[in-house]
């Protein structure tokens, strides 16, 4: 399968929620940044020097044109962020244990994404989501809406199937943001015959459908009518379709693994819009993966090119194909 380059008139649209971010936190003070799953990788995919177009809703607030400048000053087209004047943005806090595993303190119940299909504009956004080349958004995207939202984006993703193109979806479930797994399910199930690029994580696969291997993960995806998946299976490294495993260069023991997953889908897309098969594609994934998994926090200084490290050990490793 071919997955067709976004250009200027057609970017990837990257549908989701876009959060202040508190991480470094000591007794007395932390950092203040902006990140969120979708927002993480549109920013690599746009550094990768693809075009790309974010949607969600924000507030009238200083922490909202914090964000909204963070979008536009990575180069990432806004137009359809709405704009809620009685709503603010999320806000979730990062903690870390020894290993570099996080886990998060969210604030968002009342949250402007939340409230993005009342907002003004939404309609608009909507219609060019569908006619936008692909659109990428995740399990957490959904966790924002009832069942409304969810077949309000599965009909957008529809139009953008019909057209051609393509719809990359990666479950990242969190429990906390459902009211139970079975809604998650069914959310999920929901949009899951119009995804045709899968790029799930085993650990919330298994802990969501109970799946005993990240085989059974592929395959499911692919009976659902995926026509790509990989899974992701941390330093186990990531499955391409339900058979090829592609291994981590070099693995090194994690200061933060927030936004690994994430960088690791952006690297793949980007490989892919390029040409390069699934199985380079993962490489490129893992390469980034790890360049994050060694930073604290979910985004690399804007100085740094996303695939520097990437190169490095891809050329270690003799991987130049395109093919």
Same mark, same amino acid.
């Given at each position: ?115 993005? +299909? ?8 909507? /219609?060019?989501?569908? $006619? #936008? *080349? &692909? !659109? ?72 969501? +459908? ?8 592929? /395959?499911?995806?692919? $009976? #659902? *009518? &995926? !026509? ?96």
């Amino acid at each position: 399968m071919e997955l067709t380059a976004p250009t200027t008139a057609r970017p990837l649209a990257v549908f989701g929620e876009a959060m202040i971010e508190l991480s470094g936190i000591s007794g007395t003070s932390c950092t203040l940044g902006v990140a969120g799953d979708t927002f993480n990788t549109a920013v690599y995919v746009r550094r990768l020097g693809w075009p790309v177009g974010y949607v969600t809703a924000l507030g009238d607030d200083p922490f909202s044109e914090r964000i909204r400048l963070a979008l536009t000053s990575e180069g990432i087209a806004a137009g359809h962020v709405l704009r809620n004047p009685e709503r603010s943005p999320g806000l979730y806090a990062v903690n870390l244990d020894a290993n570099g595993e996080r886990s998060f303190t969210y604030w968002r119940e009342t949250s402007a994404a939340r409230a993005f +299909f009342v907002t003004p504009g939404s309609q608009a956004a909507m /219609r060019w989501i569908g $006619e #936008a *080349g &692909a !659109l990428y958004l995740s399990g957490i995207s959904l966790s924002l809406f009832d069942q409304d939202g969810h077949e309000r984006l599965a009909a957008a993703a529809a139009a953008i199937r019909e057209r051609g193109g393509h719809v990359i979806f990666d479950t990242n479930y969190r429990p906390r943001g459902w009211p139970d797994p079975a809604a998650a399910r069914q959310a999920v199930g929901t949009l899951a015959p119009l995804v045709s690029v899968a790029l799930p994580t085993f650990e919330d696969e298994a802990l969501l +459908f109970g799946d005993a291997a990240p085989e059974e993960t592929a /395959r499911r995806w692919l $009976e #659902a *009518g &995926a !026509l790509e998946v990989v899974v992701k299976h941390g330093a186990d490294g990531a499955l391409v379709g339900d058979r090829e495993w592609v291994p981590v260069p070099s693995p090194e023991k994690p200061v933060d693994t927030t936004g690994a997953g994430d960088a690791f889908n952006a690297a793949y897309l980007a490989a892919r819009f390029e040409g390069a098969s699934p199985v380079t594609a993962a490489r490129h994934g893992h390469a980034l993966a790890s360049s994050v998994l060694g930073t604290y926090g979910a985004i690399l200084p804007r100085g740094e090119h996303p695939l520097r490290r990437a190169q490095a050990l891809l050329g270690s490793l003799g991987d130049t194909s395109q093919t």
